[in-house]
């Protein structure tokens, strides 16, 4: 009898290593190698809000993310901390990862540093075939550096990293087909101190930005790539490197065409077909190569968006649907590219996504011609008079084809349409070009979103960081992911957020979850910072305006506050979710979220409508005995006509016809505005977002009557 069970433990403990094993081989292995950055150098509680942390919040539980970053570290062997030299190194080869993520280099910028700069590529080349030798044949991911926002004369350079260094790593991506980031446009060209405290290294906030970057990349949906050379009969020498990525030159009908092709082709394969100056401003180009479209040129150089610029687009667009590109193509026209685009547009409406036009010409009255504000162009006049077949100038100024024209064809075929403007552009001025055609599209009741850039003249076009241009085109293109409804932690950390000093958000969600064991509530609030203004009895809340007002309406220590500042409708959507909230035995709990997802790198609407529903949903799972209020979001902005105003009531006008089951939802805009639509004077403080003492005894009266 004992010899069976025996063999019965010996058999389950083989199962079990086995199941083990089997787990072990599943899960997908991601060695993060880099310096402080990576390592996570000046943030609270690094080991939750390093990059590397964060990522692994992103993946789930289907990765195991390991940080192997050493501050101070140079991609140099010769330089004075090189990164081959750390036991972090020896551990990463050890770990045997599926996935290695590379940011070196912006020690390397360093001048004791900098002068082996000619080791570089040897240097490198050591560094990645020691992964690519691993058993694990591992995917192989560089990353630019990020941008330096530090003074001129610092030991370490943003000339060297932006030009030299971060050329040098483009270089090699496309010598070795490696996959590559962009990440030194991720914080723009202007230095946040939330983003970066120090100018050089990422606060939590901004290594989450990296995180979520990378996440998108990694989780992409792969479609089948083609093999261009052979589908377009590219023959000889043609190609050439697109910032890391493979780009070919080649001819069709005798015109001069480019391609480059992602190295993760998405789904679909969609693409986008760029209208002059060839890589000029590329970050929205480049941005969309890491989304796995395509991206392609076709010459029109002095053709200013007439019939034969049609017609050499037309060619080039059966040539690749032919070889599966997809039906709709994204049209991308800076300047007198904005001629071209909508031309093309208004001859091919259904074959257009979507259209990104930049500092765009929208009437040749304007510009070549200058009949307005503008110089014009005496030149360009008289070329496109020849291209248009225009007999003299009199017949140019009464063309009615111009772009400000075929505003009917952009709202009837119910193309999406985004500009990016400089409000002093004084070659192609605004009020002469996109201004018209956005009035035009108002008055058809079609919208439009123009990006302002104050003070800026007609260059630099674009905008250094790209993401409200690409979250537009993947919206546009149906390729959005809705980050409101994917759960992840959040990473506050600034001082304005009312919390006791060197606090970060995991510090402040275990507080609440401190501050809720052995409790029996009445009511739980769940939101950001306006929920957590309420305070209750949490000790790492310092400033709690609602406080008095709450425990006059519904009863000293009958209520709690789990508000957390930043929040945003994933964050609160993670908390819920993995957090025991349930163990207060909250009688009642009252949800006002959403609102941070309308700033910074804005969501939609609808996208932060579903984060909201989201959060509902889950709320009433966790809690199954207590009855969920939705109150959404409180209006913001001062008046009713404020943009940010118009999107709240968007959100709540998409959750009163989606009703969700035993949630009961209140929209509480009338609570705070008067007939007019206006916030009452004295319940808002100055941003209109946050609520004065005023305003918390308005909304405790409010809630108090909900629960009664």
Known sequence: MMMKNLKIILAIGFMLILANKTFARNVIRVACIGNSITYGAGIPNRDKNSYPAQLQAYLGGGYLVQNFGVSGRTLLSKGDYPYIKTSAYKESLSFNPDIVIIKLGTNDSKPQNWKYKEDLKADFMSLVNSYKNLSSHPRIILLTPVKCFLPDGSEISDQLIGGEIRTFIEKMAYENQLEIINLYNLFGDKWEQHLMPDKLHPSSIGAGMIAEKIFECLTLKQGNKVNITKALHIQGKARFNFHGYKGYEFTNEGTTCRVVEPYVEAVGRPWIIRARFWDHEPQTDIALLENGFHLVYCDVADMYGSNKAVQRWNSLYRRLRKVGFNSKVVLEGMSRGGLIVYNWATQNPEKVACIYADAPVMDIKSWPMGTGKSEGSPDDTRKMLQVYGFGNEQEALNWKRNPIDCVSVIAKYRIPVIHVVGDADKVVPVDENTAIFEERLKQLNYPITVVHKPGVDHHPHSLNNPSTIVRFILKA?????????????????????????????????????????????????????????????????????????????????????????????????????????????????????????????????????????????????????????????????????????????????ILAKKPIKDVKYINPTSWFVDANGTIKSGLYGGDYIHLTTNGYQVFSEEISKLIK
Request: proline share 4%; charged share 20%.
């Open 477 to 653: 293109t149906g390729r959005s992911v809705n980050r409101c409804i994917h759960p992840v932690p959040g990473n506050e950390f600034r001082a304005s957020a009312g919390w006791t000093e060197g606090a970060d958000w995991h510090t402040i969600s275990e507080d609440i979850s401190a501050t809720l064991q052995g409790k029996n509530l009445k009511l739980l609030l769940l939101g950001n910072s306006i929920t957590q203004g309420w305070g209750g009895n949490r000790k790492a809340v310092t400033y709690k305006p609602g406080k008095r007002a709450m425990d006059a309406a519904v009863g000293e220590n009958q209520w709690e506050s789990a508000g957390i500042a930043g929040d945003r409708t994933q964050n609160l959507l993670w908390r819920i979710r993995y957090v025991n909230y349930n163990v207060c035995h909250p009688k009642y709990a009252v949800i006002a979220i959403g609102i941070n997802n309308l700033f910074g790198e804005a969501d939609t609407p609808e996208q932060v409508a579903e984060g909201i529903i989201a959060v509902a949903n889950v709320a009433k799972i966790k809690l199954p005995q207590t009855q969920i209020i939705l109150l959404g979001l409180l209006p913001a902005g001062k008046e009713v006509s404020s943009d940010i105003r118009i999107k709240c009531n968007q959100i709540h006008a």
